[in-house]
């Protein structure tokens, strides 16, 4: 046994404790719900509880938590001690099925879009039981995490997995019914699978602790390009080194304890900048997972005297960072509806599921690109780096034939459709994949997976997952009803085909194959009547259609008051950042800029004067005094700019207002200091400019 199996899952409540801890009775009833997705049986929450407890206390572990995901981002948790009191009022370790079930952290803080008022305290946290506790470790300090929902006392949802369950019920129970009308009786269950690809930027510790832009805001808000950046493209599978090695191997080494998938790791295309792909799993579980490597890398890199950051643009002038989101559908016999087989009888519900996704992006595709909006991501969309804002699906040139032939038939027939196949069947099964790889492609078809390229790397990948299951559900919904609304002779199997082939007419326009980055692409998007949404206040407002609406409400994602109140706090959140970096800008540029270039300018006009003493006058010192003197007062203007835009954009008293106020006025103002301050660092001396620059960030390690 290597040492990747040996130590894999032992912080984790897994199977194989289960099986230990537990009578086979409850293990059985519990597993039923982990896999099956049969409802909890509540009766044996006692066991599981004390089960829990005690696998936790012999691991050192003395308080447990609710760990939540509300909808500021990041996670959330409130941690109580096992302490209790017996039926003497000794002291007693103690962890009952209540406890286990439901927490009650205060609600008042955490952001509800106007749903409740502030004084308004209670919410609710509830286990989730698909996705498994887990020790969290700090020193000799070790706590039992229980992965949990988050509700407000009148019921609505507060979080961000809330939603995501729920849409994985809807999609359960659509395509059920949709399998059922193709007489499958086979299919119990359908399992939804994800796999997100994490970028993530190294930084050396000593070099970020002079950085107040990073440290605050995640990026660095100045910074004159460098010398050396990524055009040599000799960083991307590059030789990786020793102490980022070094630093991967214990990366690893944590995410196996935690029962974490880790698979591949690489340089990414940007110097100091790094990928690590899991293994793909249920699509909730894969979440959660994400959701704690993102917290163990930064405690990891920290080891390392480094700093993981996981921003979406922590540089300007080279690649941002992206969590490529892999995700498919299959069910409990092992299928996978997105795997094309030879037999186009075997391969029906794979056209059909293509046909969902394809109904679904041509008619809720702004949901997707609403979905990856926020002020990070706004860096990176469209910028040569990561797909553009219009939503499109590449399906690779031997699917796209198939489908352009299928439409193309008079009268689709399953030897029609056989014929098409012939000579090409088994294709999908040999070492040539079906297609090449578009990565400009927002949702490109990967294989036997759709790859959904623009979620960001500080995202968590709910939001995307919740997305993607609805709008597919609303596929299948619509490819049932028109197969059982069809009045011709024939079978379902015959009825779908036919329903298949409309689809294919209907949706042509989010089909696009070719180079999503070019200016053409977005004339002929515009032609197509698809959304192309540059900034996060303009995207938000793709939430809040009726159609919109109207979807999250019709598959019991979220109700029209959730939904708004979602807006209202991704806006209040998109301000609050963009106010973040314009006060910060603004506290670098006056607290070490401006004094630095002051003393540039006093050390010129020393020299200067120096040489007229010495009889010497220099056209070329009084040239650098005029343009240093030039740039202060730009950074003194831009400044001033920038906090009366600042000023202007909290005047706003609609949130929406102020989010485009921010993304415009603000943005503009923040840039305009940003040459200036980025024109300062090129002539004032290293040894006066206080920030790392970009040269030192992207080399240094």
């Known amino acids: ?72 981002g990041g996670t959330a948790e409130k941690h109580d001690s096992f302490l209790s009191y017996d039926s003497e009022g000794d002291v007693v370790e103690r962890f009952s099925a209540q406890q286990l079930i439901q927490s009650e952290p205060d609600a008042s803080s955490f952001p509800s879009g106007g749903i409740r008022s502030t004084f308004e305290a209670r919410g609710y946290t509830a286990w989730d039981p698909t996705s498994p506790a887990f020790l969290v470790e700090a020193g000799e300090t070790k706590t039992l995490v229980i992965p949990s929902v988050f509700l407000s006392w009148t019921g609505e949802v507060l979080d961000i997995k809330t939603p995501l369950l729920r849409s994985l019920k809807s999609l359960n129970e659509s395509l059920l019914s949709l399998q059922k009308v193709l007489g499958n009786k086979k299919v119990k269950r359908i399992k939804v699978f994800g796999g997100p690809e ?48 070094q630093f ?55 080891q390392h005297n480094m700093v993981a950051v996981l921003h979406e643009k922590p540089l300007a002038g080279v690649n941002g960072s992206g969590k ?39 008619k809720y595709g702004g949901l997707l690109r609403a979905a990856v909006a926020d002020a990070g991501n706004d860096h990176r969309l ?56 578009n990565r400009t492609s927002p949702l490109a078809f ?31 919904r619509e490819i049932t009803a028109r197969i059982e609304s069809k009045k011709s002779k ?48 303009e995207a938000l407002e793709l939430f809040l259609t009726k159609e919109a609406a109207q979807l999250y409400s019709s598959l019991n994602v979220l109700s029209e008051k959730e939904l708004h109140s979602k807006v209202e706090i991704k806006l209040e959140t998109y301000s609050k950042t963009k106010e973040i970096e314009c006060k910060m800008a603004i506290d670098i540029a006056k607290t070490s800029i401006l004094p630095v270039v002051a003393e540039h300018l006093n050390l010129l006009a020393q020299a200067n004067s120096g040489a007229k003493s010495a009889g010497i006058k220099s056209s070329a010192f009084a040239a650098d005094i005029k343009k240093a003197n030039d740039i202060y007062a730009a950074i003194t203007k831009g400044i001033d700019a920038l906090a009366k835009s600042v000023v202007s954009a909290q005047k706003k008293n609609d949130a929406s207002q102020m989010a ?21 660092e090129r002539i004032v001396s290293d040894d006066l400019w206080p920030l790392a620059k970009y040269q030192e960030l992207l080399l240094i390690l």
């Open 1 to 72: 046994m290597g040492r990747i199996v040996k130590n894999f899952g032992e912080l984790t409540f897994n199977k194989k404790v289960m099986n230990q801890k537990l009578s086979k009775e409850v293990y059985q009833k519990l597993i039923s719900t982990i896999e099956s997705g049969e409802p909890l049986d509540q009766s044996i929450a006692g066991d599981v509880a004390h089960a829990m407890k005690e696998w936790a206390v012999e691991n050192g572990a003395t308080h447990f938590t609710h760990w939540f995901q509300p909808q500021r």
């Open 198 to 245: 994490q970028e993530y930027f190294l930084f050396s510790k000593d070099l970020y602790d002079t950085r107040p832009d990073l440290q605050v805001c995640g990026r660095t808000l100045f910074g004159a390009e460098p010398a050396k950046g990524q055009q040599m493209e000799d960083h991307y599978f590059g030789a990786i080194k020793d102490n980022v090695m």
């Open 248 to 302: 991967m191997e214990d990366f690893d080494n944590e995410l196996y304890r935690h029962g974490i998938p880790a698979k591949t790791r690489h340089n990414e295309v940007s110097p100091n900048q790094f990928e690590i792909a899991p293994l793909y799993e249920e699509v909730n579980l894969s979440i959660d997972h994400n959701l704690q490597l993102m917290d163990i890398i930064k405690k990891v890199a920290d």
């Open 324 to 362: 490529h989101f892999n995700w498919s559908i299959g069910d409990n016999t092992g299928a996978n509806y997105f795997d094309p087989s030879g037999s186009p009888q075997d391969n029906l519900i794979f056209l059909l599921s293509l046909g969902a996704i394809l109904l679904g992006v041509a």
């Open 382 to 437: 469209g910028a040569n780096e990561a797909p553009p804002a219009i939503m499109s699906i590449y399906l690779g040139e031997y699917l796209d034939d198939l489908l352009n032939q299928i439409e193309g038939l008079d009268k689709i027939t399953d030897k029609k459709l056989s014929e098409i196949y012939l000579g090409l069947q088994n294709l999908p099964r040999v070492a040539k994949d079906t297609s090449d790889r």
């Open 446 to 476: 990967t294989g036997n997976k759709f790859e959904f390229r623009a979620v960001g790397s500080t995202h968590n990948c709910s939001e995307a997952a919740t997305i993607l299951n609805m709008i597919i559900t609303y596929g299948y």
């Open 490 to 537: 024939g079978d379902a199997k015959e009825k779908a085909i036919s329903v298949l082939e409309e689809i294919l007419k209907q949706t042509k326009a989010v089909r696009f194959e070719g180079n999503n980055y070019d200016a053409s692409w977005h004339k002929e998007a515009a032609k197509r009547g698809l959304p192309n949404t540059k900034n996060t206040p």
């Open 660 to 680: 485009k106020a921010y993304a415009t006025g603000a943005a503009n103002a923040l840039c305009a200091l940003r040459v200036a301050v980025d024109d300062a």
